[in-house]
Structure formats: C-alpha cells, structure tokens
C-alpha cells in the first residue's frame, strides 16, 4: 500500500508537526512572560492541534508499517516580537500548506487515497492558521502594538474610575 516517497512525506510531515507544536509552546511560555496570557492561551491551542496532527500523522506512518521518527524539522526559535513571531509562523504556514499540498498529489498518484486525503485534511487546518495570522499582522499594523496587546492581558480592564 505504501511506497518509499509517501513514506518519506509522511516522515518529514510530522517532523515538521513535531516543530510547529514546540515552536507554539515556547511562544507560549515567551508570551506569558510578555504578559499577553490571553495570547499565550491561544497559542497552547494551536500547539495542541499541532500536537494532534502530528498524532494523525504518526497512526498513518504505523499503519503503513512505517517506523515514525520523532525528529524536528527545524528548531524552534525566541521570537522578539509580536510581527517577528506572526511573520515566522506564516512562513512556516505557508510551507507547511505547499509541502502537504504536493504530498498529497504524489500519493493521489500512488493510488493511496488514506494518506491522500489526511494531507488534503490538515491542508485545509492549516489554511486556516494562516488566515488567522494574515488577521493578526494586519490588525498589529493598523492598531500598533500597544493596542494590540492590549486586547490579549487579563486583569487590565479599563473600570471607567479615574
């Protein structure tokens, strides 16, 4: 059912899973000490779903009689900056939604419509990452940073006493 190029997709795939969820949660722990807890929170959500494509990608490379690799694809990096760290991540977005986009042809082409269809899936979720960073990178432009972070502390609620 398998071949060597779908195999080596799926490897890299989840390789790249493995790095997008730890590059989530150091963005996390980077924002809480920032003090944008609401940001932070966001971004343990994303890790988790980070955390699941990666499940979903290591089942297939099981059931495919693979060995699956738990390898980062790149390292995670300190942002030092609410636009360095949307800017980072849309680029690993962007990438992330070609390379699954092309895997999932050369295993449409391989007659393997399991692997095909779980990387037709996850392309789909991570569009959905990616318009949610357009939004926040066009939002920190418009409003400043000061602004725009205003939105994500807790316990900074603006009591109309003076």
């Known amino acids: 059912m398998s071949n060597e190029t779908t195999m080596k997709n799926l490897q890299k795939a989840l390789s790249m899973e493995v790095s997008a969820m730890h590059q989530y949660q150091l963005h996390a ?28 990608y290591m089942d297939r490379i099981i059931f495919l009689n693979g060995e699956p690799e738990l390898t980062f694809y790149k390292k995670p990096v300190k942002a030092k900056s609410l636009e360095e760290m949307f800017k980072a991540d849309l680029a690993d977005e962007e990438e992330a939604i070609a390379f699954y986009t092309e895997a999932a042809m050369q295993a449409g082409e391989q007659s393997d419509v399991g692997t095909r269809t779980l990387f037709e899936k996850i392309v789909l979720e991570e569009e959905g990452h990616k318009s949610w960073l357009e939004l926040q990178l066009s939002l920190l432009d418009r409003l400043g940073e000061e602004t725009f972070s205003s939105k994500y502390v807790s316990g900074v609620e603006s009591s109309g006493d003076a």
């Not at 944008?36 to 929170?41: E, G, I, P, Q, V």
């Open 29 to 56: 722990h980077t924002l809480d000490d920032w003090g944008l807890d609401k940001l932070a929170a966001q971004m343990r959500e994303e890790m988790t779903e980070e955390l699941g494509h990666s499940n979903e």
